[in-house]
């Protein structure tokens, strides 16, 4: 065993663990901070593939922009852990059952493409082109050449997905009391005041009425 192979071994095992403290830890702070560990153990995987680009981007995408706005998320929200776990042993048999399909679609996957003399085409291009070959590109070149269609659709589900989100945030509560400063600014005199015309002076009703009474007790 060389050195590659034991830091591909023990990135593995750290992955793993952290994996499964994801999913097994009380605390969701502690549940995301493994998963950040998680992703730095996938990026130092993939940099020893020579998947450099998409090591970076994990870092970058991920841990320096998702996790870190999911954890504030997370420890602002106070959230509480009892009322997370109710009807956790009701939904585990499916949950399980789901879990062990993934696990052994992702083997299907992996022993497949590791298949002993079924070497993929792509390794045989970088063979060839070993001194000017570049990850980058060739990540480009398949994103914007085979896969361009579902990535055009995978853009379009997340604008809109973008926009619904701060249309929520921006629909009017009903018991809210915001002003709007620029309706205090063009607001005028004659929308504060209204001037009503009526009469200077006005016969009292009570009058007739008080005459009345005094005339039944006079009878």
Do not use: C
Request: hydrophobic content about 60%; proline content about 2%; glycine content about 6%.
């Amino acid at each position: 065993m060389d050195v590659k192979t034991g830091f591909f071994y023990f990135f593995s095992i750290v992955l793993l663990f952290a994996a499964f403290r994801v999913i097994t830890s009380r605390n969701p702070v502690y549940a995301v901070l493994y998963l950040v560990l998680a992703f730095f153990q996938a990026a130092a995987i993939w940099l020893l593939l020579r998947a450099e680009f998409l090591a970076i981007a994990l870092v970058l995408v991920y841990v320096g922009a998702v996790m870190v706005l999911f954890l504030f998320v997370v420890m602002m929200l106070d959230i509480k852990v009892d009322g997370l776990r109710e009807g956790f042993w009701k939904h585990f048999p499916l949950a399980a059952t789901v879990g062990v399909f993934i696990a052994l679609e992702m083997a299907a996957v992996l022993m497949g493409g590791f298949r002993v003399g079924d070497e993929p085409q792509s390794a045989v291009a970088l063979g060839q082109a070993s001194a000017e070959f570049s990850n980058t590109r060739e990540l480009g070149k398949v994103l914007y050449g085979q896969y361009v269609y579902p990535l055009e659709i995978a853009g379009a589900i997340l604008l809109v997905a973008m926009i619904a989100a701060i249309a929520l945030t921006l629909r009017q509560r009903k018991d809210s009391k915001q002003v709007s400063p620029s309706m205090q600014v063009r607001v005028k005199a004659r929308d504060r005041m209204t001037v009503l015309k009526m009469a200077s002076t006005k016969v009292a009703l009570m009058d007739d009425a008080a005459s009345a009474t005094t005339a039944e007790k006079k009878e």
